[in-house]
């Protein structure tokens, strides 16, 4: 097998792992009784079109963000239409969200946004297209301080 020389990794760790759901309300009430999970989090983020609650996975410090449309024309709308419920994103944890964006863009990955957004609980986010990431839609979030 190749040996690869490794680039230092931009992460810190998984933030979270965002599910679309069709009903907000039955997917938080599943994940609280089924898995034991607690609501940690739950907001409306008007800038980015949708109702969220941030669902704590044990002591890891990660966790499974449920994300429902607050319109028809919003992103994770257009997600359920297309795919139906399930894994949305890959959400990754970082120190420096400007400087990470500037080295992901100089390496040739496409992000979503010129400047970062607000995301859940005031942290600051951004998006590397699927299409530079094998598919997968990744989320770059620099926690509040």
Partial sequence: MEQRTATETLFEAIDHVGIAVADFDEAVRFYAETFGMTVAHEEVNEEQGVR????SVGDS?????????LSEDSPIAKFLDRNGPGVQQVAYRV????????????????????????????????FVHPKSAGGVLVELVQPAR
Avoid: C, F, H
């Avoid at 410090?61 to 449309?69: C, F, N, T, V």
């Avoid at 863009?105 to 979503?112: K, P, V």
């Fill in 52 to 55: 969220e609650a941030m669902l």
């Fill in 61 to 69: 410090g990660s966790s499974i963000q449920l994300l429902a449309p």
């Fill in 95 to 126: 120190r420096d969200l400007d400087a990470v964006s500037a080295t992901l863009r100089d390496r040739g990955a496409r992000l979503l946004y010129e400047e970062p957004k607000r995301g859940t609980a005031g942290s600051r986010v951004n």
